[in-house]
Structures are given as C-alpha cells and as structure tokens.
C-alpha cells in the first residue's frame, strides 16, 4: 500500500472507532438523505465511499469538476458493495452560486449535510487575487451556504471540514479556514439551525490530489526528479483514513466540536525528506541529491541508469510555510469523547471582542464589491487580524512562493 510510506499503517487507524459506532453510524445515513458539498475531491470522495455502505436514502453530490464527478460515479458503480441508494445525483455546481440556492429549495430536506469546498493549498496565497479567491471559498460562500441549509434544512447536522493548519495559523490559508470555523459555529441556533454543527482538523493526506505525495507518482511516471523542502514535517493520513475521520467526525462529536486524530509528534510527526526517500526506495531507486534545479531535471537520465533518482531538496523558505503542524490552537484544550483514536476540540469563540459580522462585512465587500480598500496583502491580513490577532505576528511572509519551486 503506497500511502504506507507516509503513515506506516498497514490498516486505518480508525477501523476500531468505525467498528464501535457502527450502530450509531447506521442510525445517522441509513434512509437518510444527505447532501455532500466538494464531494469529488479526495477528501469528499473517500467519506462517500464510507457512507454508501451504510446505505442512504438520497445522495446528492456537489463539485465543479465535472471530470471528477465522472470518476466517482464510476468507482462508486463499480464497487463490489451495491449502492442502494434511491436517490443518487451528482450535480457540476458551485456551492455559493444562486443556481445552488435555487437547486436546495427545490429539495425536500436534508438530514445531513458535509462541506468538504475549500482553496486548500498554501501556494494560493502567492498574490492578493488568488488570496480573495480564498476568502470568497473559504468565508464568504460558507457563511452564505449557512443561511440556505437554515433556511431549506434547519433541522439537518451539519459538518465542515477544517485542517490542522487553522490551529495557530501562519498561512492565508490556515487563517481563512479559523474563520470558517468562526463562521460554521458562531450564533449558530440563533440563525435558525437547529442541528448539531461540527468539524475537524486532521493531518496532510497522503496521495491526495494535488499532494506534494501525489506529485511523486507522478514525477517519477514523467521522468522528472522529486522535489521536497528541507526540515519540514507533516502528520499524514491515507485516503481511506480522511473518510473515516469525516464519517466519524459529522456523527460522533458533540454540538460545536472539532475532531482531531489522536497522533503523537514524536512518533507521526513525519520528515518529507524521509518519505521521497522511502517512495523511490519502493520504487527500486536509491536518491540522489541535489539542490540546484537544472542539475536535477538534467540528470534524470544518468542517474536511472545508475538505480538512482534525483532528489532536489529545497529549502523551506516559502510564503506561509509551516515547519511543523499541530492540532490543538492557543487556549484551546482537546477532551476525550469516548473514541479511541479521536479526541475533539470544544470551539473557542473569536480571539478579539469584534463583532463577526463586522469583518464578515468587510471580507464581502473585498470579495463581492471589489473594494479596493482591501486589495492588497496587508489589508487583507488586517481583516483577519481583527479577529485573529496573532495571524499579525504568526504569518510567515516570503518573496518566494511554491509556483517557484519545481
């Protein structure tokens, strides 16, 4: 199993958990209806593979890639284990778009609702255009999706995934994914949900699409040299695992708690280095290393014909680039909830006595009214430092960027 050479788990590490909820896990999806919002990414995609098994009752899928739909279809007809499900769509919408609003009102109600639309990458924070782009994904559509599921839905629980790098950000996209957090459980009964409301924060995923890992595969099929940054660890999860963490987190947590994986730094703490060198070792390849990129993409050649692989290792020295993750953010305590291998963060409201909806307003006008008061980098860190005010200090600020980087 590929994802092994990041998680060194031969099984998910939440097969235990699934086991011992399954009752409950049954009694939330079985005749249930369920929506799943960015449901064609990797994340989304391997929580549906777990929740079809427990056979809903309507199924409704949303993305963009209309590529990706098509390819979860297929793996989801092709599965061993029948669908069942009497109502199955796939839908190419965006989830802050008038059409998706008008398409929920349509719909008889959901029982259960998981968002996994998101800017995810750190590179995203390269210019002021692709940082708004992230604002308006991360905040302004979440925030504005609320309000449909209270209005179409206010019964239905409701899950959004975070990341762990929203726990004491240091990137536009760390911070941008708090405020969604912010925006997922603040006043929530108040708005009209009436649902339980929950998220979580787990580690990188190992062969994502669009993972550093995953540019390996394909790195290595092109013939060209892998590439890592030095001294930078990550927690890794396999694909299968970020389903079940999902599964699990949207059904088991209380109301406003955010699902953590119960991983230790000094044992899941990962160097990329480590983890390149394992993959060409698996591969049938020693590394060869090398920190200048020429050198690198010109020496594929000689040095397959060696059994070795170029290895460019560069340094960590990027905007946003965190040299370690963690979980658990300033004044925040994780608690036990009964499973063994997830522990869950009661939600710790804004850092500053600044009215949400003030920088919400703010980060719309941005975003949806173009105001140029807001076009640059330091006025949009300023937005988020109003509520919070450590992203200020925290941010690491580069003149590089990972589009750079080979």
Known sequence: MLSKTATRRETSLFTSDIKTYDTLIR???????????GGAGSIGSNTIHTLVKYRPAKLHIIDQNENALAELV?????????????????????????????????????????NFAAIKHVR???????????????????????????????NADYF???????????????????????????NARESGLKGKITSARFANVAYSNGSLLQAFEKRLARGEPLAC?????????????????????????????????????????IPLQSIAERFLNLHGYEPEYHDNERKAI????????????????????????KPYEEFVGRNEIAKEIGMVQILSIPYVGVSKQKSLSEVLSKIESSVIRCDTTFNNKEALKAIIGEIEPNFLQSHIESQFNLDQRV
Request: hydrophobic share 40%; proline share 7%; net charge neutral.
């Open 229 to 269: 940054p030095l001294n930078i660890k990550r927690y890794f999860v396999s694909l299968e695992e970020s389903g079940n963490i999902c599964t699990l987190a949207s059904i088991i947590p209380p109301h406003e708690h955010i699902a953590i994986p119960r991983l230790d730094p000094k044992e899941h703490l």
């Open 160 to 186: 959004s995934v975070s990341t762990d790098k929203a726990a004491n950000p240091v990137s536009f996209m760390g911070a941008t994914k708090r405020v969604m957090e912010h925006i997922l459980f603040d």
């Open 27 to 37: 009694e939330a999806v079985n005749n249930k209806n369920i929506l799943v919002i």
């Open 298 to 321: 010109s020496g594929v050649s000689l040095a397959r014909s060696k059994g070795k692989w170029p290895l460019l290792l560069t340094p960590a020295n990027t905007a946003g680039e």
């Open 124 to 154: 995203s924070e390269k210019d002021t255009f692709s940082i708004l782009q992230m604002f308006d994904t991360n905040i302004v559509k979440q925030a504005r999706f609320r309000g449909w599921i209270a209005e179409t839905s206010p």
């Open 74 to 114: 297929r793996e989801l007809r092709s599965s061993l284990t029948p669908m069942n499900i009497q109502d199955f769509r796939t839908l190419p919408l965006d989830f802050g778009s008038p059409v998706m609003h008008m398409f929920m009102q349509s719909q008889s109600p959901y029982d259960q609702i998981l």
